[in-house]
């Protein structure tokens, strides 16, 4: 049987690089570029309650870093360190090996280094936290959005619930279990975007956080959201408008930005969905103008 030292060392402790001191220490060490704020965030994944019992151990560590590195996106922070604090039930090595496996080839990808954490015997929960730079006064916040913006998305809405609701299609659960974070998006939007918010909880609610925060409104018309290929018409509203874990951005931008040249750059689909207007609330318009009845979006201790 490993042990808890044998289990860090083997799966979790890797060289530091862009940390002081890395993985082995009472904490790390970490110093930020001159000029950059940091931007942390945390994320919580327990069994039973974001991910079933038996989920794939190689998803489930690239989506807990996901999560993370699309909360740095919605921040236009750049990734740099995280933390891993891991409760399992026992210390499995098929697991651990494929945990490891799909949170360090999402780390590689993105930059970001492991530089420490926390292991423990229990009911199996994964909390990474993640910290980023960006340079001051430049991140993206929830409190910005003016009336006339533009609202814009990323990608297409729908994928992640769909896959929740209708298990068994595979293009449905890859947006589910392996999201892809919009970290270049983030970059590309400083001082471009007024406000950003990733989407985990819903559309409307996430866009909700955005009104609220910045003391304003919203008309949206539903014809021109980005959606998730859904042929029932109720189910696909669902998914849509309240449907969670598609983690694209939603962010607002004065009129005349040019988001067309940032979305060919990238190749990523960028869609303008609506405006911020005075008038407080979100409005969701259907093809007639009418409008839509929207469902909550997830609510933990609903
Ligand atoms: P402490 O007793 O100070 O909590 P630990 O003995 O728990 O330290 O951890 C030893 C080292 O391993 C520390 O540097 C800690 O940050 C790191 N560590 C523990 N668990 C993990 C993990 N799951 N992933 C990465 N680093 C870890
Ligand atoms: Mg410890």
Redesign the pocket.
Known sequence: MLS??DL?RKY??RPARNAVLG??????LLRPAAGMELAVSTDLLIEGRHFRAGADARKLGHKALAVNLSDMAAMGATPRWA????ALPTADERWLAGFSKGFFALARRFGVE?V????TRGPLSICVTILGEVPKKKALRRDGARPADGIWVSGCLGGAAYAFARPGNAAAAKRLHTPEPRVALGLHLRGIASAAIDVSDGFAQDLGHILERSGVGAVVHYETLPKYRIRDAKLERRCVLSGGDDYELVFTARAGARIGAIARSLKLRLTRVGSIGRRRGLQILDADGKRMNVGRGFDHFA
């Open positions: 808890e030292f860090i979790f402790a993985v082995g220490d009472d904490a790390a933390t891993l604090a891991l492991l420490g954490g926390d292991t």
